[in-house]
């Protein structure tokens, strides 16, 4: 009963910046935790970044901490991923999520939905 769909993916230079969104169709979000993921291939979906939809806290994968900022957009029902000092290490396709629990977030199994996946590409 949700849909999430991602934007924001590209090509760009080690370095730089990008922005990812996830627009949410459907059911409120008022209780639920959004994730984002990220897959390169021949890997295994890793965990990113959540937010509590209702504020209760925020959590990063230690591989990005100080890089990137989670965030929300109430009145777009749109989450934000911002991607600083981008590595080629963070080549993927990103993935969006949503979970009904507040525990467990940082593994894929707790997700109940999840968008389509853009490309984020950074170069050397």
């Known amino acids: 009963q949700v849909q999430l769909v991602e934007s924001g993916g590209g090509l760009v230079q080690a370095g730089e910046s990008l922005r990812l969104s996830c627009a949410a169709s459907?059911?409120?979000?008022?209780?639920?935790?959004m994730g984002w993921f990220r897959q390169a291939p021949r890997k295994e979906r890793e965990f990113v970044a959540a937010?509590?939809?209702?504020?209760?806290?925020?959590w990063y994968a230690d591989s990005v901490e100080g890089r990137f900022t989670i965030s929300r957009d109430i009145a777009r029902n749109t989450v934000y991923l911002q991607m600083n000092t981008l590595k080629p290490a963070d080549t993927a396709v990103y993935y969006c999520?949503?979970?009904?629990?507040?525990?467990?977030?940082?593994?894929?199994?707790?997700?109940?939905?999840w968008g389509q996946g853009t490309q984020v590409t950074v170069s050397s």
């Open positions: 937010l509590s939809w209702n504020g209760r806290g925020i």
């Open positions: 459907g059911r409120t979000f008022s209780s639920y935790v």
């Open positions: 999520a949503a979970s009904h629990k507040d525990s467990g977030l940082g593994y894929s199994s707790s997700y109940d939905y």
